[in-house]
């Protein structure tokens, strides 16, 4: 009897163990399902959390503020509205000037100067004339003068200056008067009588001692006062910077030369060659302007016609007048005169 009750518990307790096995898979599978539905609820909820918050937040504040930060315009920044008030400094400035210390004029500069402008339409002849020129002075000219400084003593070219100076003065009386100058023309004949005279033939200078001007008048300056203001620029060969209007005064300059009216051909020729050696002595002072300039053309032609005009009309000008440095209005730089040239007599004895 007690054999049969111990087989019946094996079954039982193998459905009890079954039955457990069932309940615990059930549990697991349970879990799992759970576990499997809150993972999408932590990513649907934090994520978009991140991309909604930090990104715009970046965008939307950088780029407006930098826009602000820039300046509008240069016309906004420098010209203040007319209305503004003034600063302290401006203020002051107007107490002792009286005027407005941020205007950008000044009333109190000189108007700009003119630029010269030279009549030059025979320019291409004139710069050939003008090698020319150069070419004779430097192999010939300048040469003799150099050796003219060399051999003379200073006392002894200044005597010979002053008697070429003097033998000038008969013309230049003749033109003050055709000039309607007549104080110029009786300096300039007191000058040759006195140095004729007492400076014997001029070789001294006493009228300057007696402070009697020195003056230089020629037919080409007449020309001028009489209405021939602008004349064509012409360098002639040997005579150098001259116009239209000086060939004239030239010409009619010629007849009055006292070298001219020598009639030995000896004592002109020497005299007239002396002359030129004279002058071209006088202008060395000139050669140093002249060393390392651009175009030596325009140089002389600029300076000259310059100088040329003060001439002209400068004494008729105010003495306030600056209008010329002081070299163009030195007369010890001379042209070369017209009887230098030896060339036949104008009385016509030859």
């Given amino acids: 009897m007690d054999r049969p009750s111990g087989l019946s518990r094996a079954p039982l307790s193998r459905a009890l163990i079954v039955a457990t096995l069932a309940l615990c898979a059930h549990a697991a599978l349970a879990q799992e399902a759970a576990s499997s539905t809150s993972l999408p609820a932590a990513a649907t909820v934090s994520m978009p959390m991140e991309a909604t918050v930090s990104p715009p937040v970046a965008a939307s504040v950088a780029p407006p503020v930098a826009g602000t930060v820039e300046l509008p315009s240069n016309a906004s ?57 150069n070419g004779v002075d430097r192999h010939i000219a300048k040469p003799l003068a150099k050796f003219y400084m060399a051999v003379l003593p200073r006392p002894v070219r200044l005597g010979v200056s002053n008697f070429f100076a003097n033998l000038g003065q008969p013309l230049t009386m003749i033109n003050a008067l055709l000039q309607g100058k007549p104080k110029e023309a009786a300096q300039a004949l007191g000058r040759f009588t006195v140095n004729t005279t007492l400076g014997i033939g001029g070789i001294f200078d006493p009228a300057t001692e ?7 008048e020629d037919f080409g300056q ?27 005064g030239m010409a009619s300059d010629a007849p009055f030369g006292l070298t001219r009216q020598v009639d030995n051909d000896t004592v002109r020729w020497f005299l007239q060659g002396l ?41 008729r000008q105010t003495e306030e007048d600056s209008s010329l440095p002081d070299y163009l209005r030195d007369d010890s730089n001379p042209d070369v005169p017209v009887d230098a040239i030896p060339i036949t007599p104008m009385n016509g004895s030859r």
């Fill in 77 to 133: 920044v420098a010209a203040p509205a007319q209305g503004d008030v003034p600063t302290t400094a401006e203020s002051d400035y107007d107490a002792l000037y009286g005027t407005d210390a941020t205007s950008t004029t000044d009333d109190g500069l000189p108007a700009p100067a003119a630029e010269f402008q030279a009549f030059d339409p025979w320019e291409p002849f004139n710069r050939k004339m003008h090698a020319f020129n």
């Fill in 222 to 248: 007449t020309l001028g006062v009489w209405g021939w203001k602008r004349s064509r620029y012409v360098e002639l060969p040997l005579f150098g910077p001259r116009t239209v209007r000086d060939m004239f």
């Fill in 275 to 315: 002359n030129l050696v004279d002058v071209r002595t006088q202008l060395m002072s000139v050669d140093a302007m002249r060393e390392g300039a651009t175009d030596d053309y325009t140089l002389v032609r600029d300076a000259w016609l310059q100088r040329r005009n003060y001439q002209i009309w400068g004494d």
């Fill in 210 to 216: 007696a402070k009697i001007p020195h003056n230089n």
